[in-house]
Each structure stands twice: as C-alpha cells, then as structure tokens.
C-alpha cells in the first residue's frame, strides 16, 4: 500500500506538471489554431506506441517494462531541455508529443501493475486511497509548476520534470515486486474448460471480450466529449489571458484548483458513492457532470461557462471516474488485461482524442457566433451516449468476477481448505455410500417376532416396533423397497441411532413414490427432532417439483439442523434436475431470516449428526468455529438462485489463506447479493465489517442473548436425551 501510494503521488505529480508545461510551451511558440492537427498528431503516434507496448507486454513482464518506459520518458524530456534553446518551436512539439502521447502509457503501466498487485475487493477499499495520495501530489505539482514558471521560466520545469519520472521508474519496480507465476507457468494440468488460453494480441482479446468493448466505448466517447469542450476552454483562456507567462500560470492555477476539487470529491464521496451508486455510476459521472454543465455553458456562453463545464469533467475524471475504472480491470485474467488494458487505455483515448480534434476542424468551419454553440452541443451528445453505455458495465463485471473464480479453482485442493467445517462437508460430498456390515461366516440365524399373524406386511410393522436391532434392520435392508404400510413405522427408526443410517437408505428408495407422505412427516413437529433432520436428508435423492416444494416449508423449520439438511437436498434436487423452479425471492427472504439473528444464536448452530458420523476427533475444532455452519447453510441457499459453481468457489475461497481469492470471492458477493443481506452476511465474511454491525440498540442485544439463550437450551435437552445423563 505505502509503495502503491508512493507511486501514484509520483506518477500524478510529472503528469500534471508536465500537462501545465506542455500546454503553456506549446501556446507560447506555436499558434492555438494549431492545435487540432497536434491533436490528432499526437494521437496517431500514442496509438503506435500502444500497439508497440502491447505487444511487448506479451513477452515482457509489466514490472521490467513500465520502469523502462518511464527512464526512456526522463531522457526524452533532458533532450527537449537542451533543443529548446536552439529550436524552440521543436522543442515545444517534442515535448506535447510525449507529455500528451507517452504520458497515458505511463499512467495505464502504473495502473496495470496495481491492478495485478492487489486484488478486486482489496482494490475497492483501497484504489480510493491510493488515486487520492495521487491527486492531492498533482496539487502540490501544480502549484510547484505554477511558482517555477513565475519565477525562473517554463523551460526550468523540464529538467525537474526528468527527475521525477526517474522516481517513478524506481517505485513503480519496487511496486510490481516478483514477477508472479501464472496457471500456465507453474505448468499444472488443468480441466480442458478451466484452461487459460494462450496469450493472444490485445484485438483478440478486446474482440472476445463484449464487457471489455464496453470500457473501450465508453473510454473513447468520454475522451471525444472531453476534446471538444477543452478546444472551447483554451480558445476562451487564450482570448482573455493572450499568451506568455501569464498563459502558465492560469494554467496552472487551474490545474490545482482542478486538483484539489478532485481530492475533496475522492476523500469526502467516493467511498460513499462506491457503495451507494455502484461502479458503473461511478464511472459515468464525468460524462452526467459535462452533459449538465454543458447545458449551462449554453446559457451562460463564454470563459465562465467553458471553465466550470471543463472543470466538472476534469474534477470527476481525476477523481470517481479514475477509482472505478481500475477497479473494471482488476478480475481480468493477467495475460488478457496485459494485450488489452494499454489499448483501452490510451489506444481508445487516443482515438477519441483524433475523432475529437477532426470533429473540431470540422466544426471551427462553421461561422464564429455558431462555433462555440456547435462545439459545446456536440460534447453533451457524446456525454450522454457514454452515460448509456456505461450502465452496461455492471454485468459485465459480475461476469469477469465469475470467471475468474472459475480459473481460478483448479488452484483449489482439499489441503488448501483450512476451515475443518469446509473440508468435513467437501469430503462428505466425495465420500460413497458405507457399506452394509456383512454378518459373520457361518452365522445363518435369524431374529423370528412370535406371532400368530400370517400377513407378511404385519409380521414386519411387527419387526420395526420391536425394538430389536437386527430384526429391523432385516426389514431395513430388504433388496426390493418398503411396501406403503411400512413407511409410518419406518419414519420414527430414524431418531434411533443404532438404525438411522439403515432407515435413511431404504427409504431413499421409495422417496419420490411416497414424498407426500413423507413431507408431511418432516413438517409434523410432533415428530421427533431427530427423525425430522434425518428426513430431509432423505429427500436428496429425489427429482421432482413436489419434494422441492415440501422442502423449501422445511426451511421454515424452528431447528436449525432441519433447516440445514433441507437445503443441501434441495441444492441436491437442482444439480440432478436444473428445470425445476425455485422462487428467487422466496429463497432471499428465507436467507434474511437465518442472517438476520445476532452472533450468538449464529454461532451456536450446529450440526449433530456431523459430529457424530464424520467429525469424531474433531470435535474441539468444530465447537471453536460453529459460525462455519450456519455459513455453509446460506451459501447453499443462495446456491439454488445464484450461479452455482461461481458460489461454491467463492465459499471456498473465503476459507483459503490465499488473499487474492479471498478478496476476488468477497467482491464477487458484494456484486451479486441483495444489499439487505449483503450488510447482514458481512460481519461473517470480511475482516472489515459493514458500518450496520456497530451502534446496536441495547434491546436488539438482549434479544439476540435471549434467542442464543433458548438455542442452547434445545442444545442441551437434546444432549440430555442423547446421553442418557442429567
């Protein structure tokens, strides 16, 4: 984070003294009129320098790169020092050439390696930070650039200019730490749909990528916009203020004003407007300031109105746009956003620069009194264009959030998974059936009920109730299935645990032609507790659309262990049968209710039979993170109206010491859950709880005491019974 910041303040720093420089240099040598051909100059040499970049970066890993690019950008500007005695219009080019050309590709190196470096949520928390340690330095830059220029000359930034960009090639290294080993170059062998692709050239992989095109887009409408009302605020500036040195400091003057409006905004909104608005609104809002502000530059025409339409956009562009644009980039897979991200960066703004300055020339045709109308006008069209295509962002990235879970699960093992919850359930998933304990050779006896009842089905109701093991486990183990008769008397040997395992199989073979039956006996509270929680087990094996219905009652069980096990056999039912409908909302509100208890009752569920069958030695584990179970059972719950692997991984990844698949599972619940329960859930899942967790009222905390109360009381009564002790 220190370094991250460190580098963003430096990188800010040379690029807004260098725009102030670039700008003051060029207008003091060169007529304003020229401009638009430079314009479009500069932008045909960015976009050489970016296919060039991106296709180093194929080969080349970013964190040897980019420090490169930046000691190349520090000789650049040494060489423009010592010609612009000799060749002051030259030197003047020199300098916006690579200010205005290479200057992007820098910024988007830097940005590229943050985005490798820190993870999607991390990067939301963070990104914020890190762009304000670097706009409140663009301030300082500015004010620094604007005091040299007064004082010793424009030409005396240039050297200093160099300086800085050497710093940056420095951190920017010690930023990008050890190059990381992908999938592919640990050479691991991995599931054929699961496979990354090999690295393909930034135009594949934009071509590919709709939700990349879509960045691409709205980076290129927002720059055009913002070329136009920039020629309409420089022809205004140049108007009031001529040109010299008196030209420089209003630039720079307005640069820092531009700069601290940015930081006020970041500091004070943009976490708010993160959470509140989402990333897609938050990416838009250059384009929603420059449409409004554009209007009122059309009431109210001239520098005064020129000024606060291209502050606005400016301000917003340095601030929200900056933190949730690279936030888009950070779940791309490495070796597509290296092709990709230099393009969209500066290719596409580029690009946008050129369309802006032809639509310029094309447009200074027109008559003087209609110029600055037409100029302005056209820029609010393609602000509002960006504004509509920024709204399809937020799928796009739920999306690349899904994908790369997705890759990233082949890096997933059952020795990764510490938590001992996770990897009881994962093995019992992959674990087959037990075996039925043959009897012993030689042993041809069997257990005969007394009776005088000839009727087959009688003689066997007779074996169930009498509490003989081995006579009801003859029954039990039947090769052909229970007969109608027999399933009332089966349905209470499941609370009896000599049998429960024999009692759950065969009436899993009769589970879907009796599901009627034995719904109404999971819902029957007067059933034991025990017989009910192994019942909806039962229901695992079923297909059709009325165990689903019966099950989801069962959620609204009072016993937590009732509710858990109806969920992993409905979770069960949809991976065997995914026609079968689940209401979404039905399944959000049964959520809310199991997150919307406090953190004792959370913590005092637990899963008995899982202790006992599977997690014997482990018992002091289990009882130290019982939370783990009461997670388990939403995410199955969400499982059955979310995309289900995406989900699964994500639970998993958030028992991994792996910080970056942590962070990727926990943006990716942030995008897909329902705010409601996203508040609830959270204090369970991040190290950094929502602001909903602090300031309880005290009766909400007796309530939740009370309510972790009478849990333990059930706990206890049930311990009890099972023990035979007081």
């Avoid at 630039?251 to 608005?277: D, H, M, N, R, W």
């Avoid at 369309?355 to 037409?374: D, E, F, K, N, T």
């Amino acid at each position: 984070m220190l370094t991250a910041m460190i580098c963003s303040g430096a990188v800010s720093a040379q690029f807004i003294a260098g725009k102030a420089t670039r700008d003051a240099l060029y207008l003091a040598h060169l007529d304003v009129t020229t401009l638009p051909l430079m314009v479009t100059v500069t932008a045909g040499v960015s976009i050489l320098l970016v296919f060039g970049s991106s296709r180093a970066l194929r080969s080349i890993a970013p964190g040897t790169f980019v420090p490169a690019a930046f000691a190349v950008s520090a000789a650049l500007l040494f060489g423009s020092y010592f010609l612009l005695e000799s060749a002051p219009r030259a030197a003047a080019q020199a300098v916006y050439l690579q200010i205005a050309g290479l200057g992007p590709m820098l910024g988007s190196g830097f940005w590229l390696i943050a985005t490798e470096r820190f993870d999607p949520h991390t990067a939301r928390l963070n990104f914020g930070r890190i762009a304000g340690v670097g706009t409140i330095t663009g301030l300082i830059a500015a004010l620094v650039t604007e005091r040299i220029g007064a004082t010793l000359g424009i030409a005396a930034m240039l050297p200093l200019l160099a300086a800085v960009n050497l710093i940056c090639a420095w951190q920017v290294r010690r930023l990008a730490g050890p190059q990381v080993l992908t999938i592919h170059d640990k050479g691991m062998e991995v599931a054929p749909d699961l496979a990354a692709t090999s690295p393909r050239s930034g135009f594949r992989v934009l071509a590919g990528a709709p939700y990349l095109r879509n960045l691409a887009a709205l980076v290129l409408l927002g720059t055009i916009a913002a070329a136009l009302i920039d020629y309409v605020f420089k022809v205004e500036a140049v108007e009031a203020f001529g040109r010299g040195d008196s030209l420089l400091q209003f630039f720079a003057l307005y640069y820092a004003g531009v700069t601290l409006l940015a930081f006020i905004v970041q500091s004070a909104s943009a976490p708010i407007v993160l959470e509140k608005l989402g990333l897609a609104v938050t990416t838009s809002t250059p384009s929603i300031a420059l449409a409004f502000t554009g209007l009122g530059g059309l009431i109210f025409p001239g520098l005064g109105g020129a000024l606060v339409a291209r502050a606005s956009e400016s301000t917003l562009r340095s601030s929200l746009f900056k933190t949730g644009y690279e936030i888009f980039f950070t779940p791309i897979a490495p070796h597509d956003k290296r092709a990709a991200k230099s393009i969209i960066d500066v290719g596409f703004d580029r690009l946008g620069d050129a369309v802006g300055g032809g639509l310029i020339r094309l447009l200074i045709m027109l008559p003087s009194a209609s110029q600055y109308m037409a100029l302005m006008g056209v820029a609010i069209g393609f602000s509002v264009v960006a504004v509509v295509v920024a709204q399809r962002l937020s799928r796009g990235y739920i999306h690349s959030l899904e994908r790369s879970l997705l890759d990233r699960a082949v890096e997933l093992e059952l020795a990764d998974v510490g938590d001992i919850t996770t990897r009881t359930v994962m093995m019992r998933t992959m674990r087959a059936p037990r075996p039925v304990a043959p009897r012993p050779a030689g042993d041809t006896t069997t257990t005969r009920i007394p009776t005088p009842v000839n009727d087959p089905e009688v003689r066997e109701i007779l074996a169930l109730r009498s509490r003989n093991r081995e006579a009801v486990l003859d029954v039990l183990r039947a090769e052909e299935g229970l007969p109608a008769p027999l399933i009332p008397h089966v349905i209470p040997l499941l609370a009896w645990d000599p049998v429960a395992e024999d009692a759950v199989r065969a009436l899993r073979k009769v589970a879907e032609e009796r599901v009627g039956e034995l719904i109404d006996a999971l819902l029957d509270p007067n059933q034991p507790f025990a017989a009910r929680r192994r019942l909806a087990r039962v229901f695992s094996v079923c297909v059709s659309q009325r165990a689903v219905d019966g099950l989801l009652l069962g959620l609204e069980d009072l016993r937590f262990e009732v509710r858990f096990q109806c969920g992993r056999s409905l979770a069960s039912i949809l991976e065997k049968n995914p026609r079968i409908r689940v209401d979404k909302e039905r399944i959000f509100d049964v959520v809310r209710r199991e997150v919307a208890v406090g953190r004792p009752v959370w913590e005092s569920h637990r899963l008995l039979d899982t202790v006992e069958a599977d997690m014997r030695s482990f018992v002091d584990e289990f009882l130290k993170d019982r939370a783990g179970q009461s997670l388990a059972h939403v995410f199955t719950l969400l499982s059955l109206v979310l995309p289900t692997a995406p989900l699964q991984i994500a639970y998993r990844g958030l028992h991994t010491d792996d910080p970056g698949l942590r962070g990727t599972a926990l943006e990716y619940l942030e995008g897909v859950l329902p705010p409601d329960i996203r508040d609830r859930l959270w204090p369970f899942l991040s190290d950094r709880p929502r602001g909903q967790r602090d300031g309880r009222h005290r009766d909400e905390i007796l309530a939740d005491l009370l309510r972790s109360n009478e849990s333990i009381m059930l706990n206890l009564e049930e311990l009890k019974r099972r023990t035979g002790t007081s």
